[in-house]
């Protein structure tokens, strides 16, 4: 069976999106893991599939690289909003349903594959502090750690990440590690992601997580804050209230790769 599918990514954070408004394709872990490979399959961070909801103008179901479910990532978010301008190109705002929730999407800007893409993420309530550490959920858990330079040669990022990621207290069902550092302009950002199991170029919560973690940190009340990451640079935007965060934003790019086939029985 040839499946036809399209390739995005949110300043590096790469996927594969299938349009799976039939409800065709089962979400096999095995299948998905495949595709998700760099050496045996298409090569991703993750899997998208594009589907119907009612009163939304699409679903969006995440999986990934190792096939394990997830319920929101704040790049593919955006490249599923770029996806759905794709299909209706004369549309540039789309309410869409994720794992977490609801979410609104506005293209700012589209050029021959290349879209800017304001995405809302989800309120944050009580950010938990522990020294310098931060724990909170952005649709997806995340630990947050601040260091003086995350770019400093003799960092080991993935042993680092991995050692907390699989401290008893998380492994059950694992959390995504941001360590984060001040920048001339805003933070930077490096993420080790659960269900990659390494490093990614840009995690779209893992960016919000660490920009609202600077925030409490800093005694900031507002946006914008721009987060510098390996694939690119990304701005977070919100509102405090004492120890709360709404009207969160994620504004980035979302870009289209290529559109391809892949004969399922070779996977």
């Not at 909801?53 to 909003?81: E, I, L, V």
């Amino acid at each position: 069976m040839l499946l036809t599918f399209y390739k995005y990514h949110g300043t590096g954070n790469d996927f594969i999106i299938i349009d799976n408004r039939t409800d065709f394709f089962s979400g096999d872990a095995r299948l998905i893991a495949r595709m998700c490979d760099r050496r045996f399959g298409i090569g991703a961070d993750g899997l998208l599939l594009f589907g119907r909801a009612a009163g939304y103008d699409f679903n969006m179901t995440y999986y990934n690289a190792d096939g394990s479910p997830a319920t929101m990532c704040g790049n593919g978010g955006r490249c599923m909003a770029a996806f759905a301008r794709l299909i209706e190109p004369e549309k540039q705002h789309f309410l869409f349903l994720a794992g977490d929730g609801p979410h609104q999407a506005q293209i700012l800007n589209s050029e021959a594959g290349e879209n800017t893409v304001r995405l809302s993420m989800r309120d944050v309530e009580n950010p938990i502090q522990e020294k310098r550490d931060y724990l909170l959920n952005t649709g997806t858990p995340h630990f947050v750690r601040f260091l003086s330079n995350v770019n400093q040669e003799d960092f080991d990022l993935v042993s680092e990440g991995r050692s907390i990621r699989y401290h008893e207290r998380f492994a059950t069902e694992g959390i995504n590690v941001d360590f984060v550092s001040p920048a001339p302009e805003g933070i930077t950002v490096r993420t080790y992601e659960r269900g990659v199991e390494d490093e990614t170029l840009s995690c779209g919560t893992g960016v919000t997580a660490s920009a609202i973690a600077w925030a409490a940190e800093s005694g900031l009340n507002s946006g914008p804050i721009p987060v510098s990451t390996r694939g690119g640079i990304l701005r977070v935007d919100f509102t405090r209230q004492g120890n709360r965060f709404t009207e969160v934003f994620l504004t980035g790019p979302a870009v289209l790769v290529y559109k391809g086939e892949i004969n399922l029985s070779q996977v």
